[in-house]
Nanobody
Framework: QVQLVESGGGLVQAGGSLRLSCAAS?????????????MGWFRQAPGKERDFVAG????????YYAESVKGRFTISRDNAKNAVYLQMNGLKPEDTAVYYC??????????????????WGQGTQVTVSS
């Protein structure tokens, strides 16, 4: 089984910060295999498509961001803990969405492509009030 569990969402005022965490478990991520996989964060607001937020390569050497979050959000990972994080600063009401953690396990890595990610978490709600 494969499990990605997000946490850290909540309600915050505009300009505030949140740190999302994603914990990976299951046979696919057992041992040190998590360190082989690229990871990403996506978000989906009501009535909208799921959008790319940030991605990170297997060893953390490369990071990718949507233009809308550059300079405000930071993605990181701790392979020893099978975890990936999203530090969100300077939050805006338009950042309100359900945030999903995703893993690219099979095939080439296209950070901004949701369909190229193989496993997904259930999501965590982030609400930013104005």
């Amino acid at each position: 089984q494969v499990q990605l569990v997000e946490s850290g969402g909540g309600l915050v005022q505009a300009g505030g910060s949140l740190r999302l965490s994603c914990a990976a478990s299951g046979r696919t991520f057992s041992g040190n295999t998590f360190s082989r996989f690229d990871m990403g964060w996506f978000r989906q607001a009501p009535g909208k498509e799921r959008d790319f937020v940030a991605g990170i390569s297997w060893n953390g050497g490369n990071t990718y961001y949507a233009e809308s979050v550059k300079g405000r959000f930071t993605i990181s990972r701790d392979n020893a803990k099978n975890a990936v994080y999203l530090q969100m600063n300077g939050l805006k009401p338009e950042d309100t969405a359900v945030y999903y953690c995703a893993a690219n396990v099979i095939g080439a890595y296209y950070p901004s492509s949701a369909r190229d990610h193989d496993y997904w978490g259930q999501g965590t709600q982030v609400t930013v009030s104005s």
